[in-house]
């Protein structure tokens, strides 16, 4: 785990050091031929490699502001709970495996990362109550990995314009850096920093989430009612219009639709367990 976080700090470092890359000429082409490449780019899926090149220079430009909660115990056991909840997911392998931690930050909000990168602020871990409520928060951002919403916020005339990038292929010939690579993908990484930072996904999207969150829920052993009490609170705060309900739709609906779900699935007892594990953290 510690490799890891010291890899995202380090490609910040890259990031901020990467210079600009000038664009190469392209052979001229008939207008006809133009037009049919432009259509097999737009059409071209996003690789899981791409995938998780792309998230990790988001979490990246994440962490430049919200720098790691220094509690080696507390990353471990969000990261335990996150693993948790990820198997149960109907997409419980990505390209680089999941990764989870938590981000010195009193605003409660999340991030869900393309690729599986999932970062969650200590706001938002004082918020919950217990360890089902974090598994409830965790579901939902891992929903967001598993049905790419991230990656598929990519302007689609901006990837298709970095598909068809010679420099790109030029770079994973020679290996592919990961400095070099970030600059490469600039546009894309902007476009989902965007949506996951500043303009929040969709309704549809969030709700979808919501969804797959109680599923994944139910299926790992926690009490799918933990995200509708997570939600409750998140309503009460909402007015306040920082973190999280800067880039989510209105809670109240999606508390109103997660009761509606939540009849369906049958509540299970919360264990002894799992809330002395969680009150042993310092949060």
Known sequence: MNRFFFSLILLVALLLLGGDVHSQAFPPATRAEMRVARAQRATRNVSEPEEYLVGRAVAARILTANPLVQDPKLQLYVNEVGQTVARKSSRPKTYRGYHFAVLESPEPNAFACPGGIILITRGMLKMCANEDELAAALAHEVAHVAHRDGIN??????????AADRRIAAAKERGGRAAEMATLYEGSINDVFKSIATNGY??????????????TLSR???NPVALASLLTKMVAQEKRGVGIYRTHPPTALRLTKVNMQVKDLKPEKIQKVRDQRFKEQKI
């Open 153 to 162: 916020s990519i302007v689609k005339s901006r990837w298709a314009e970095v």
């Open 202 to 215: 969709s309704r549809t999207a969030e709700w979808a989430a919501d969804q797959e969150a109680l599923r």
């Open 220 to 222: 790992a052993g926690y």
